[in-house]
């Protein structure tokens, strides 16, 4: 089976076609499956951009890898985006990392975040309390200094969801 006749299939069996013809396992560091967001409102925010086709970048505090001995994703790495109940929804690949404090996050970052408008305060306004929230798990103080990953990517399968109206 080729990867082509799989795209409109389930991703999970795209996901092991893909990984397979690319030397990758779902154990290995190049690959990492991860949730969208703490909060299922957030989350269903960031996966319709992301399968809209607006969504080129996600983010996350450094120390959340630091303080916990943890390996961030690297250039090359496949990320599996699930949604706040688990279901895997998107897989990307990262292309570029960008490492940035807080106080200079920038339009064209928030942007490929996609959060609301994409503008810096419509994405400060909705991320603030999940990135304090992190800070204060971490035991790490919020501030302008706060350096933070930016991962860009390039979007490998989005899941196709049928909406049913009633």
Do not use: P
Not at 68 to 85: M, N, P, R, S
Not at 104 to 124: C, V
Request: aromatic share 12%; glycine share 6%.
């Amino acid at each position: 089976m080729k990867l082509g006749e799989l795209m409109n299939d389930d991703l999970c069996a795209f996901l092991d076609v893909y990984l397979h013809e690319n030397g990758l396992s779902k154990n290995g560091d190049k690959v990492k499956f991860v949730h969208f967001s703490n909060n299922e409102e957030d989350s269903t925010e960031d996966l319709t951009n992301l399968l809209a086709g607006r969504k080129h970048a996600a983010f996350k505090i450094k120390d959340w890898f630091d303080k916990q001995e943890l390996k961030h994703a690297d250039v090359g790495t496949v990320l599996v985006f699930a949604d706040y109940y688990g279901v895997a929804m998107a897989i990307v690949k990262v292309r570029e990392l960008e490492f940035v404090t807080y106080g200079n996050i920038t339009e064209r970052i928030t942007k490929a975040i996609a959060i609301g408008d994409g503008s810096i305060d419509t994405w400060k306004a909705k991320r603030e309390r999940y990135i304090r929230s992190n800070c204060e798990v971490l035991n790490t103080d919020f501030n302008n200094d706060l350096e933070m990953i930016i991962f860009w990517f390039d979007i490998i399968y989005l899941k196709k969801i049928n909406i049913i109206h009633s």
